[in-house]
């Protein structure tokens, strides 16, 4: 396995646990060293650090800080690096085709790489001509077949799927020895399998991608972007209309914007798949998304740039569109937070800085993406240091364990008295007896003359 990525991992751990022997690593070094040494994870999903613990403990899995060994004595690797968006918007192949490179040119034998990550369409046929490639510059050239194994599991479902009765869709032209030898450790039964094309596999992903992205945004957005996208189509409106009653009932939260990386890397793909009398329901997806984290705009930059304006301070927690990651790639949250800094561009503070960031993860891709107001930010190392002598706090993302921060101390350190809770995970009865007063998402703001 090279990638370890929530997904990654917990393959691997799934693999180890049926009996095959799991080497895995990344091309980040400090991400594979930070699992072997402190088993620091880059997400959370139920169950996957046990598993990881309980594998290393037996041998079944070891993890590498460089991938040399794996080319060396695995006939099957499975990638599940990330896929960025590029220019055009869609996936770029840029960090697999690295991969690609060097398992073509160190394998010794006939070598299979089945990609388990977002695809392009035609990503698979691109991959194997990189492998040919490269293969046609060694003078002891060995097959490197390069095939789709496409992640079809939902975040914080991905182990249960794994190991009991999650569908394993392997794109390919022929069956390959060494996936059918895996495969008949975690599928003796042949029952889960789905074989399939290339082309069917990576349509299998974009179209699971798109009902996660759909999905967020009916659960999430529903109530405002019907409202803001009458224009966009009648479609839209009924779909997300549709769904009121059942997300209401599962107590869905409301964020900062509608399905961040999820939802906008994917629509070129989703084009590329959908009947073309479809695509005024994706394009009416992201007007309403566009306008409605306009509408999130206008609601609460006004009381932040009051409260920072004449020297007050206000305390942000969390970014991420997905809880328990640090994945702060599009998501709406930093772009909302650079327009809160906006008027602070370039200003330097000795002391008194106008904002205080705590992200349980990702800190450091947040002092990347907010470099131009960076000065503006005391980077806090927790919720309490950030939340002392804050006149509001803005929660923009969500992660486990949260709650916690609900104690009397709270609102002892705080100077002023509003929770700002964006994403509607917080309890707001719990916050209210603390003497705090909890807002949600469009609700009505204290006025702060």
């Not at 914007?257 to 070129?268: D, N, T």
């Amino acid at each position: 396995m090279i990638g370890l990525t929530v997904t990654g991992l917990a393959w691997a751990a799934v693999q180890a646990e049926r009996g095959l022997t799991v080497l895995a690593t990344d091309p980040d070094e400090d991400m594979a060293e930070g699992i072997q040494e402190e088993m620091s994870l880059p997400g959370v999903e139920p169950g996957l650090k046990e598993a990881l613990e309980a594998q290393i403990k037996s041998g079944g899995l070891t993890i590498l800080t460089q991938p040399r060994r794996i080319f060396r004595e695995c006939r099957l690797i499975t990638l599940c690096g990330m896929t960025p968006a590029g220019e055009d918007g869609r996936p770029s192949l840029r960090f697999i085709e690295s991969v690609v490179r060097q398992a073509a040119n160190q394998c010794p034998e006939a070598t299979v790489l089945a990609v388990k990550t977002t695809l392009p369409p035609g990503g698979i046929r691109a991959l194997q001509r990189v492998a040919d490639a490269a293969a046609a510059d060694r003078e002891d050239a060995v097959p490197v077949h390069v095939i789709a194994l496409p992640e079809l599991y939902d975040d914080g479902a991905m182990m249960k799927a794994m190991r009991q009765d999650g569908p394993i869709v392997v794109g390919e032209d022929a069956r390959y020895q060494p996936v059918e030898a895996a495969l008949e450790m975690m599928d003796p039964d042949g029952s889960r399998r789905i074989y399939c094309t290339p082309e069917d596999a990576e349509a299998a992903a974009v179209s699971d991608v798109a009902r996660i992205a759909f999905a967020q945004v009916l659960a999430n957005y529903w109530q405002d972007i019907a409202a803001d996208c009458g224009a966009s189509g009648q479609k839209v409106f009924e779909i997300l209309t549709r769904g009121e009653k059942m997300h209401r009932r599962a107590g869905a939260p409301l964020s900062a914007g509608a399905g961040g990386r999820r939802l906008s890397q994917e629509l070129a793909n989703l084009k590329a798949f959908e009947k073309k009398e479809t695509w005024a329901l994706i394009d009416g997806f992201q007007t309403a998304n566009t306008a409605h984290f306009e509408k999130v705009k206008a609601w609460l930059l006004p009381a932040v740039q009051k409260i920072t304006s004449s020297g007050g301070k206000v305390a942000v927690l969390g970014l991420s569109n997905v809880p328990g990651t640090d994945d702060l790639r599009e998501t709406p949250a930093v772009e909302l937070l650079k327009a809160m800094a906006e008027s602070f561009e370039d200003q330097s503070f000795e002391e008194g800085r106008p904002f205080a960031l705590y992200l349980p993860w990702g800190m450091d891709q947040a002092k990347w993406r907010l470099f131009r107001t960076r000065e503006a930010f005391t980077f806090c190392a927790s919720c309490a240091e950030a939340t002392k002598h804050a006149e509001m706090v803005v929660i923009l993302g969500a992660w486990p364990g949260m709650g916690r921060m609900l104690t009397p101390a709270l609102a002892k350190r705080m100077a002023g008295r509003q929770i700002v809770d964006v994403t509607g995970s917080l309890d707001k009865k719990k916050i209210a007896a603390l003497g705090l007063k909890p807002v949600g998402l469009f609700e009505k703001l204290e006025d702060l003359n």
